[in-house]
């Protein structure tokens, strides 16, 4: 079993900066996600970071914006998230998944409660 807390949300102006951490018990060396949801929308998937080697990916709106890392002596993920929108504006949510390292919810076996993040325009 994975848990998954979020932390560091919050409401920032348009172009300000956040980092949120996602701190995990348990098995650890997962690949990890960040997905986000804003009202009236589906989930959407953000950024992954794969468990052995670190690699990265990102949606193509955040390309440039935002930075995924891991500190695997904390067990912790973060996303540093710079530039930012009022679309950017969502309840964000760190994901852990065992297997497959992919964009998809449906990979995903472990959530978090997720945090708020508001952009003010």
């Known amino acids: 079993q994975v848990q998954l807390v979020e932390s560091g949300g919050g409401l920032v102006q348009t172009g300000g900066s956040l980092r949120l951490s996602c701190a995990a018990s348990?098995?650890?060396?997962?690949?990890m996600a960040w997905f986000r949801q804003a009202p009236g929308k589906e989930r959407e998937f953000v950024a992954r970071?794969?468990?052995?080697?670190?690699?990265?990916s990102y949606a193509d709106f955040v390309k440039g914006r935002f930075t995924i890392s891991r500190d695997s002596a904390k067990n912790t993920v973060y996303l540093q998230m710079n530039s930012l929108k009022p679309e950017d504006t969502a309840v964000y949510y760190c994901?852990?998944?065992?297997?497959?390292?992919?964009?998809?919810?449906?990979?995903?076996?472990?959530w978090g409660q997720g945090t708020q993040v508001t952009v003010s325009s």
């Open positions: 348990g098995r650890t060396n997962y690949h």
């Open positions: 994901a852990a998944a065992p297997g497959t390292w992919s964009v998809y919810r449906s990979a995903y076996n472990y």
């Open positions: 970071i794969s468990g052995g080697t670190a690699v990265t």
